[in-house]
């Protein structure tokens, strides 16, 4: 059972980083994309960036510039880097995981199987 673990989040104030880490657990082996989305208040969830375990990466235009997703596979661990950030970054975010070798590109929730249990981002003055 994979299994997914998200910390980092907190407060910041606009134009302040921020940096998210995803460790991932029971997966075993071969291809797979690991994501972070995010989910505001009343609205959708949305895709924010993925990444292959080859090290390919996609990134939403909302962030495109900003954020940056990485990942040290000798500690299975996912990350997003979050820089510049504003107050409609504002959102619960979440780590994804799935057995697919094309869902970090498509970045849509449906693409994946397992998900963490979200950690909050609040950007405030």
């Known amino acids: 059972q994979v299994q997914l673990v998200e910390s980092g989040g907190g407060s910041v104030q606009p134009g302040g980083s921020l940096r998210l880490s995803c460790a991932v657990s029971g997966y075993s082996g071969g291809g797979y994309s690991m994501a972070w989305f995010r989910q505001a208040l009343g609205k959708e969830r949305e895709g924010v960036a993925g990444?292959?375990?080859?090290?390919?990466?996609a990134v939403a235009n909302s962030v495109k510039g900003r954020f940056t997703i990485s990942q040290d596979n000798a500690k299975k661990t996912a990350y997003l880097q979050m820089n510049a950030l504003r107050p409609e970054d504002t959102a619960m975010y979440y780590c994804?995981?799935?057995?697919?070798?094309?869902?970090?590109?498509?970045?849509?929730?449906?693409?994946?199987?397992?998900w963490g249990q979200g950690t909050q981002v609040t950007v405030s003055s």
């Open positions: 990444i292959h375990n080859s090290g390919n990466t």
């Open positions: 994804a995981y799935a057995g697919s070798a094309v869902a970090w590109s498509v970045l849509r929730p449906d693409r994946f199987s397992y």
